[in-house]
């Protein structure tokens, strides 16, 4: 069996795979463009944020099993895969507590100002009384929207941290300390910080509008570690400069596939708007644990041909 790993993976997991007697191209520079050419006589394609288009699934004469080494499969064509036969699996929950933590992070650094207060002490500043006056955590209204594995984990800490807990999704909520609720219109008015957990899909297409928006009190927390195109970003920066929105985002619209090089967003003019650079699940923890699912994957397709987490329909 051969395999093209496009994508950062640890050395460890990369010589399991090859302990079991398994072709491994590992290149973790190649981009979507690059993997047409790459992949075209491999089994399987193992990609964390590299894009696997139409055109990579259609010229490859041998490939049978993608795999996306963390939850979302938007970066991969699924229904070109189903065209051709080629199986897509995923590795849902191992990266939540990653992307939790983050979470909470950037919760805290927009409340306490934290990077504003680093870069003023690098350039020679000292400004104790503008940053003496951070609201607190504790007590505040959180609304989470999504609550699958990371929306889950995301709670388990803000109660920890005496907030009060809301959440939304698909499912019934159902979690100690947690209050499910229905409806935007009863809780965005009322919540003090706002963190969205929810896959790309049609449904959620920017859900996340200027109507939205205009629910949410004024100087709100708004935390998105999950999907850009959930987010209406117009609507977004509107908010911020009208309802003084502090605002935590992991993903925003063109953001670079390239691993490093330049950016430019318009977000970047914005004093309240904090942006990391797509490193949710990107903790040695979580990849440990992605790459150990993935390679779970492989060995158990190679020897009875069944795909573990299918997500293709």
Sequence with gaps: MKILIADKFPELFIQKLKENKIEVIYNPKLGEKDLPDAAKDVDCIVVRSTIVNKETIQKSTNLKLIIRAGAGVNNIDIKAANE?????????????????????????????????????????????????????????????????????????????????????????????????FNNFEEILPIADV????????????????????????????????????VVDEDALIKAVKDKNLKVGLDVFNGEPEEKTGTVSSRLQELENVYVTHHIGASTEQAQNAVAEETVKIILTYMTNGLVLNCVNK
Aim: aromatic content about 8%.
């Design 84 to 180: 051709k036969g080629v199986a897509v699996s995923n590795c849902p929950g191992k990266n939540s507590i990653a992307v939790a933590e983050l979470t909470i992070g950037l919760m805290i650094a927009l409340d306490r100002r934290i990077p504003h207060n680093v870069i003023d002490f690098k350039q020679g500043k000292w400004n104790k009384g503008e940053y003496s006056n951070a609201r607190g955590l504790y007590g505040k209204t959180l609304a989470i929207i999504g609550f699958g594995n990371i929306g889950k984990e995301v709670a388990k800490r803000a109660l920890a941290f005496g907030m009060k807990v809301y959440a939304k999704d698909i499912a019934k909520v159902e979690y100690e300390g947690v209050t499910e």
């Design 194 to 229: 706002i963190s969205i957990h929810l896959p790309a899909t049609a449904e959620t297409k920017n859900l996340f509008n200027e109507e939205l928006f205009n629910l949410m009190k004024d100087g709100a927390i708004f935390i998105n570690t999950s999907r850009a195109e």
